[in-house]
């Protein structure tokens, strides 16, 4: 069946340093693709989202791109801030219905 | 606009006893989801409601779990009887409409703890 994969963490950055949070998926029919964050304490928020090979998704300084070749997601930011601090989930709709199937979330802390 | 609101934020009950958690999803969504979240890992989908139909209901345990979305509004899940694998945060999400592309917006959860 469909899955998504995501680099363990936690992952720990200093306020200002890069941040690449790799994400690959598996499926069968062309799936949308999302980024959902969640902040201590708080739901599951949308972050970004492709729907279509070659899409670049961004919000917040945040961007992922939609990779068919390498079934690839990874989000990217330039220059991570205190407030970024919270577990990010990668995540792939298979069209049945909208049900989206998740990674199992990676943790970022960021250090000032 | 009202995002989903869910209660209780937390529930602990010791095992055998049966629990329930309410969901209000956004005004005018007519897709809803529950979502079983374990720690450390990402939510899964329990049941998904299209108005008060529910259309996928796959991965609810049917033998202690049961779900209803009357009037096509609001949603209870309950468990009867809960067992300590049931700890978890359950998730409820909503849509305007069900579809791979349509962004779900998601409740704080309900924190529950079996003893």
């Known amino acids: 069946g469909d899955s998504v994969t995501q680099m363990e963490g936690p992952v720990t950055l200093s306020e200002e340093a890069f941040l690449t949070i790799n994400c690959t998926y598996t499926a069968t029919g062309y799936p949308s693709l999302f980024w959902y964050v969640q902040y201590p304490g708080e739901g599951l928020q949308l972050l970004l989202k492709a729907t279509k090979a070659d899409d670049k998704g961004s919000n917040k300084g945040f961007e992922a791109t939609y990779r068919k070749e390498t079934t690839s997601f990874h989000l990217e930011k330039g220059s991570v801030q205190v407030s970024d601090s919270a577990v990010y989930f990668c995540a792939l709709s298979d069209g049945q219905g909208g049900k989206l199937i998740f990674g199992q979330g990676t943790e970022l802390s960021v250090k000032p | 606009e009202a995002g989903v609101v869910q209660s209780p934020r937390y529930k602990i009950i010791e095992k055998k006893q049966p629990v329930a958690f309410w969901c209000n999803p956004i005004s005018g969504h007519n897709t809803l989801y529950w979502y079983l979240q374990n720690l450390g890992q990402g939510p899964e989908l329990l049941i998904r409601?299209?108005?008060?139909?529910?259309?996928?209901d796959s991965q609810l345990p049917k033998d202690r779990f049961s779900a209803e979305r009357l009037k096509g509004v609001d949603s209870t899940l309950k468990i009867q009887p809960a067992e300590l694998g049931d700890s978890a945060v359950y998730l409820c999400?909503?849509?305007?409409?069900?579809?791979?592309?349509?962004?779900?917006?998601f409740g704080p959860g309900t924190r529950l703890t079996v003893l």
């Open positions: 999400a909503s849509s305007s409409h069900s579809g791979r592309q349509n962004e779900q917006f």
């Open positions: 409601y299209e108005n008060e139909e529910a259309v996928d």
